[in-house]
């Protein structure tokens, strides 16, 4: 047997051993791209996770809030409506106007309610003399007041499209979604779900003013 035979038989089975270890790699790489494959199928047809219910202030008036101390949301949510407000300098004209109504044990001792609380630039919209006319009238003040109280804690899924008893017996009506809510067709919140010990609290633009 010559030397070109014995080449020829090595090359041949060289090719031989080589050929199984080809096919192996092919069949792998086959078989990662497929399981890549079925991985990507899976995350893309894996459901989308669920929107927790809000359960926070929201709007851009709560940017005002303080962060610390007994006028932040979290010192609010220590004490009953009346005396919270009135650690929030942008409610002092409201707090002012339950004190003169003598209202402030009143909200203080109510249990689960909600309040719709003008800020000082609702009370600004008002004519000053129309204003101190109102601040002077007890009962027309309380009346104003009250209609800004709903007797029972009202959630922001529940403004969505509202209707409700106030305190003043008047209707209050909502509505909007997400993060936009308008009361009775004419005051934006502010900054909504603000808690207090004793009630929710939605900040409101413009005074509620009930008909005569």
Partial sequence: ????????????????????????????????????????????????????????????????????????????AQDPVATAASNNPALSTLVAAVKQAGLVDTLNSAENITVFAPTNDAFA???????????????QLTKVLTAHVVGQKLTPAQLEKGSFDTLAKTKLTTSGSGTSYTVNDSSKVVCGNVPTANATVYIVDTVLMPAS
């Fill in 125 to 139: 919209k008002i004519p000053k003399a129309d204003l101190d006319k109102l601040l002077a009238d007890k009962a």
């Fill in 1 to 76: 047997m010559n030397t070109r035979h014995l080449r020829r038989i090595a090359v041949t089975v060289s090719a031989a051993a080589l050929l199984p270890l080809a096919l192996t790699a092919c069949s792998s790489d086959s078989d990662t791209s497929a399981s890549d494959s079925g991985a990507d199928k899976a995350a893309s047809s894996a459901p989308a996770k669920e929107t927790k219910p809000m359960d926070e202030p929201f709007g851009p008036g709560c940017a005002t809030v303080p962060k610390e101390g007994a006028g932040s949301f979290a010192g609010m």
